[in-house]
């Protein structure tokens, strides 16, 4: 085996758009970051997640009525990272 060592040629780092993917990487994960911090984000969310368990409310009640036996569903709160993936 030889024991050249490989260096990528800058004109090569330039055509693949090397620097362009780690721009747009550290642009994404500061773009995500700001949105988790938005307070309107959140009160959205929080209102979301009390809409949800107001239905789901309602409907364990009218199942409990029609059903006796029945267990009633919690829902899983809905975060912002469902969103964002």
């Known amino acids: 085996m030889s ?3 490989s260096y990528m040629d800058i004109d090569n780092i330039l055509s693949e758009n090397f620097l362009k993917k780690i721009r ?3 642009a994404s994960k ?3 970051r ?3 911090k938005d307070r309107q984000i959140k009160k959205n969310i929080d209102n979301l ?3 949800i368990k107001d239905l789901w409310d309602d409907f364990n009640e ?3 009525k029609d059903d006796p036996d029945y ?3 919690k829902p899983k709160k809905v975060t912002i990272d469902d969103f964002i993936g």
Do not use: G, R, S
Request: glycine share 0%.
């Open 30 to 32: 500061l773009a995500v």
């Open 34 to 36: 700001n949105i988790k």
């Open 3 to 5: 024991k050249k060592k």
């Open 24 to 26: 747009d990487k550290i």
């Open 71 to 73: 267990t009633p569903y």
């Open 62 to 64: 009218w199942a409990k």
């Open 49 to 51: 997640n009390q809409e």
